[in-house]
């Protein structure tokens, strides 16, 4: 298995846990570009949203619902950004479907 995300929900590599369940594991991201930067990722290798099938419908939302729980538990209240960087031009890096959770300050947009 040579999926870095793959190795982390196996707990091969370190990362500081944040939350998880059976379906789902969430950890802080290794170069945080807000106060809080967390990934979601299903623990079913995905490579990306595009890659995503009709099965993965709920899963899908079970992903985000779980992004939403963690920012209020977070208690972003000011707000936070949800983003799933998809392909080379949307900058995805990690072959591993994640959701980034990005708050605790005040994010610009259009993103660049
Ligand atoms: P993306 O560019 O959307 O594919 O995002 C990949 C994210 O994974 C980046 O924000 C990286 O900082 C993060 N990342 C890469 N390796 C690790 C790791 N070992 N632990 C935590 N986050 C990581
Ligand atoms: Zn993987």
Redesign the pocket.
Known sequence: MSC??CK?VAGE?P?TAIYQDDRVYA???????APT?I?VVPREHIASISEAGEGHRNLLGHLLFTAAQIARDKGLHGGYRV???NGSD??????HL?L?LLGGRALAWPPG
């Open positions: 870095i995300f982390i590599i990362s950890f802080a991201d290794i170069g945080p570009k930067h990934l983003v799933i960087n949307g900058g995805q890096t990690v072959d994640h980034h």
